[in-house]
T-cell receptor, first 111, second 112 residues
Framework: SQQGEEDPQALSIQEGENATMNCSYK?????LQWYRQNSGRGLVHLIL?????REKHSGRLRVTLDTSKKSSSLLITASRAADTASYFC???????????FGTGTRLQVFP | DTEVTQTPKHLVMGMTNKKSLKCEQHMGHRAMYWYKQKAKKPPELMFVYSYEKLSINESVPSRFSPECPNSSLLNLHLHALQPEDSALYLC???????????FGSGTRLTVV
């Protein structure tokens, strides 16, 4: 089953620009997470935001969460070519052991 | 050790073969997971083991059979697969719901 949808599906930017990805989900959550996946490899956990938090930062990453709209955004500032990857939001759908992924955004950063 | 190790990295099998995928973690995580990912799609949850017991089976066909021999190991036994089962199979582990999952690099499975 799919919990979230991400927008845009694909995003191409130049190095140094900011990249914003949006995620919408359907059910109540305990937390929302963001992951990065380089082509054909495993996923890397980036950041987790709890349902009672509105904003969280980690290095060049900024995540917001609006539970009233059931949406989240991931902002990558000052992007680098190495940020080229697919980015997925994931929610627990209210169950600690059931992480469901959104459709993903493919980010391409050109040097 | 902060990794999840999956073997093999690549596997080609015939529809009549029996094979197994293996996953190992030594982080003391209580939960382990199998996900299936088709090209350009998000990972789809297959199975969840919590404290070595199967807690979630997402209506996966019986040709996929999970096994958790101990708290560090997770296997996925494959039998009589179909070509449409070709995908990247990802293993993950986690300690609690307030932290992220640690994923292995996956097994790329091709069924011929």
């Amino acid at each position: 089953s799919q919990q979230g949808e991400e927008d845009p599906q694909a995003l191409s930017i130049q190095e140094g620009e900011n990249a914003t990805m949006n995620c919408s989900y359907k059910t109540s959550i305990n937390n929302l997470q963001w992951y990065r996946q380089n082509s054909g490899r495993g996923l890397v956990h980036l950041i987790l935001i709890r349902s009672n938090e509105r904003e969280k930062h980690s290095g060049r990453l900024r995540v917001t969460l609006d539970t009233s709209k059931k949406s989240s955004s991931l902002l990558i500032t000052a992007s680098r070519a190495a940020d080229t990857a697919s980015y997925f939001c994931a929610t627990d759908a209210g169950s600690a052991d059931k992480l469901i992924f959104g459709t993903g955004t493919r980010l391409q950063v050109f040097p | 050790d902060t990794e999840v190790t999956q073997t093999p990295k690549h596997l080609v099998m015939g529809m009549t073969n029996k094979k197994s995928l293996k996953c190992e973690q030594h982080m003391g995580h209580r939960a382990m997971y199998w996900y299936k990912q088709k090209a350009k799609k998000p990972p789809e949850l297959m199975f969840v083991y919590s404290y070595e017991k199967l807690s979630i089976n997402e209506s996966v066909p019986s040709r996929f059979s999970p096994e958790c021999p101990n708290s560090s190991l997770l296997n996925l036994h494959l039998h009589a697969l179909q070509p449409e089962d070709s995908a990247l199979y990802l293993c993950a582990s986690s300690q609690a719901g307030t932290r992220g999952y640690t994923f292995g690099s996956g097994t790329r499975l091709t069924v011929v």
